[in-house]
Structures are given as structure tokens and as C-alpha cells.
DNA sequence: TACGCAATAGGTATTTGTACGTAGTGTGTC
DNA sequence: GACACACTACGTACAAATACCTATTGCGTA
């Protein structure tokens, strides 16, 4: 018999986790599992405790899914990271993809999926929930026909996460000690950058975007 | 023998109600359970099979745990509603219990605690997480300390509806076919009743109040 | 019947945001 | 050294939002 194969399963919510951990035991291959339930304890189980697969919310406190992947694949680069979402939000699975994962699920994808994405993983291949597949080839096309517009700096996601909190330009700019026509002049640039006509907009491309929370 | 528990499980994450499931399937007590995904086919369900017990999320598409359990009270108002939430959001919880749930469970709360609400719902209590527990002591204090201002009339969240949706006043009044200094009227009353001081903070307090959907 | 209140609408003034210009300075890179 | 780019800043104009008024209509209800 070969050796049972070593799942870590990193979510806050602990129903989530004990549930999936029982089907998990439940299948003929029983795993090893151990349980964590953010980025930062993931990264303390991993120092003494190799896994070969990591199954991973995105939404979760102390340290997200993205930072762990990141953290992970710098020291564990033989690490297979599934990524668990609740939302088919584009911007988590380009970014969890890019820190390294190999499989993105839904929490509404059944647990067939979730065997077949740790069977694919362990094979070398990739794993996409469907929704997520339709996603990505919406972007692609989406890519192609306008460059990129939306990458924001810096001070330009600092001055929308201030606008979200209710500041004005005025108020941004005391608060940075710069010019409110300096303000003024990000604000336009974010509009133009977010493809977005006013404040509202903005505030809900910055939701949609966790450059704030609500 | 007594005969099987009845249980609905309602919930829009197939992984998450999969793994529940089987955890209330290997207790010593087996219940009879049922699945659906959100509360239209609960209502469904119901009109053909009486549950004893509802575990219900609140956030689910077509129809939500909120509206859901309005419905179900009202025609089966023996019906005990367990509910089930990603986050101890004050709105959530107080229209649900509005709504009839007897009981209010986060989704990091340990499966002993369902087994526990379970318990409690059928001897006629009720269970509260402790994170909501706290919650509503929190709001209890708050509450005396202000009068209400918040209730905005239906007119009114149509409005901010709209103005998130990124319409400027005059668009609003010329989708609802009224002047544009009603809507002006309206969006202030509302910045008073939410106490709001400008287009952004009533963004945030819209999404808050799942006025708006991001 | 009287009262509260939601929805409607206007007057007027001020502040804030949006739009389209230009341009200097520093930093990093090819 | 040339170039791109982020950050800074100002001029000007117009649009939109905010603030504080008043006022009418209709509906439900104490």
C-alpha cells in the first residue's frame, strides 16, 4: 500500500472544514488531513508538517488564501494549492493562479469535483470549476479588445480606498498633506483607469476589486 | 423507536450542504434529511414533505433565507428554522428572528453546536452563536442610546438602488418618470436617515443593508 | 375629522465632483 | 542619455450633489 496522501484544508468556517474533512475520510483512499483555519497557521502546520496537497479558502482573516498561496510556492514550490471560492470573482482566481494554484472550486461544485480536481492536481494536470472555466474565456476576450486599463498605483488605490470611507477630495488631501487639485487630478485618472462615471461607480469597483471592505 | 427527525437543509453551496449532511447522517440519531438549494425550492419541497427542523443559509440566489422563512412561518408556522450565516451581520440576524428562525448559527461554529441548536429548537428553545449573542447584547445598548433613524420607505431604496447602480439624479428621475428635484429630495432625506454625508458612504451603507449586491 | 407621513416639486445657495487642458520633478530602466 | 511613468499641481468650465427652505396631494389611521 502506498502512502496516504497528505491534505491540509485551510478555512475559517468550521463547519465547511468538518464537513468536507468527513467526506474526505469517507472515500475507499483515506488521506491524511489536518485542519487550519487561515494563511498564517497554514504556513505554521507546514514547517513540520509537508503536505502534498492544500485545499484553500480565498476569504479568510489573519492571512487570505492569496498571500498564503504566495507564501507557500516561495517555500514549498512542490505544493499542490486548490483554491475553495465562494464567487467566481475573476480578480481572486487570476491572482490565486498566479501565486501558484493549480485547481479553483466553488463552494457550490459537489465533492465528485473536489476528487477530481485532487486526482488531477496529483497528476500534474489543472482543475477549473466550470464557472470559472467561462469566466476566464470571457476575460480572455475581454483582454484582447481593451488593454489593460485597471491596474491602479498605489497612491491611486489609497485615494479610492479613502473616497470609499466617505472623504472628500478636500479631506483626502489634508489627510495626505498634498494639493486637493492633486486629488482632484487621481480621481480623474481612477474614473478614467475603473471605466467608471462617478462616485458610486467607484465605490462599488472598489468593493468588487477588495480594495474595501464593507 | 421514535420516528426519523425530518430535516431540510437549504443552502446554495452543494460542498457545504454535501458535507453537513453526511456529518448529521453519522450521528447515533439518523435523521430524514432533505436538500435544496435556496428557498424557492424549500417552499417547493415543504408543499409535499413537512420538515421538523429547517437549516437554512440566508444568502442564496432566486429566493433568500430571509424572505424564505417569511413565507415558511407563514404557512407552516410549526416550522422550527435554524439559521445558518457566513457573518453575524445585525440585519441578518434580527430580520431572521423577525422572520421566525428560533435559532442563528454561524458558519464557523462547530457541527457540536448544530447538534446542539438542533436540541434546542426541538425542546422549544432557542440557540444563538456566541459571536451573535454578543451582537445583539452590542445593539441592545445601541438602540436605546438612538432612535431609529434608518427605516427608508420603499420609494427611497428604489432611489439609492439606483443611485449605486451609478445613475446621477437626473437619470433616476427620468427612468421614474418624476422631476428631478424629487430624487434630489429623496437622496437627502436618505443621507439624514442613514446618516450619510455623500454619495459614497450611502454606497457602503446600501451594500450594508443588501440595499445593493455587489 | 384631524394628524402623520410618503411622495411629489420648486427656490436658492454652496460645495463637490467631473472633464479636458498643461506641466514640473523624481525614479527606474532600456 | 532617452524614455516611460508615478506623483505632484494648476487653470478653467460645467455638472452634480448637498443643504435648508417651503408646499401640495393623497392615503391610512388614531
Not at 68 to 86: H, R, T
Not at 195 to 214: D, G, R
Request: aromatic residues 6%; contains cysteine; proline residues 2%.
Amino acid at each position: 500500500m502506498t502512502e496516504a496522501l497528505k491534505l491540509a484544508l485551510v478555512d475559517d468556517h468550521d463547519l465547511f472544514r468538518e464537513g468536507l474533512s468527513f467526506l474526505l475520510n469517507n472515500q475507499n483512499s483515506k488521506p491524511e488531513i489536518k485542519e487550519v483555519s487561515n494563511g498564517q497557521e497554514l504556513l505554521d502546520l507546514l514547517a513540520k508538517w509537508q503536505a502534498d496537497i492544500i485545499l484553500m479558502d480565498i476569504e479568510m482573516p489573519v492571512m487570505n488564501g492569496i498571500e498564503a498561496s504566495n507564501e507557500v510556492m516561495k517555500k514549498y514550490p512542490a505544493s499542490k494549492i486548490i483554491a475553495l471560492s465562494m464567487h467566481a470573482n475573476e480578480n481572486y482566481y487570476s491572482e490565486m493562479i498566479d501565486a501558484g494554484a493549480k485547481a479553483f472550486l466553488l463552494k457550490n461544485s459537489s465533492f465528485e469535483e473536489v476528487q477530481q480536481a485532487i486526482e488531477a492536481v496529483m497528476e500534474g494536470r489543472n482543475y477549473f470549476s466550470p464557472e470559472i472555466l467561462e469566466s476566464i474565456i470571457a476575460n480572455l476576450n475581454r483582454k484582447k479588445n481593451q488593454p489593460s486599463k485597471s491596474d491602479l498605483t498605489q497612491r491611486e488605490v489609497e485615494i479610492l480606498y479613502n473616497i470609499c470611507k466617505g472623504l472628500s477630495n478636500q479631506e483626502i488631501a489634508e489627510m495626505l498633506f498634498i494639493s486637493k487639485r492633486t486629488v482632484d487630478k487621481h480621481r480623474e485618472n481612477i474614473l478614467l483607469k475603473t471605466q467608471s462615471k462617478n462616485t458610486a461607480s467607484l465605490v462599488i469597483y472598489a468593493i468588487k476589486n477588495h480594495i474595501f471592505e464593507v
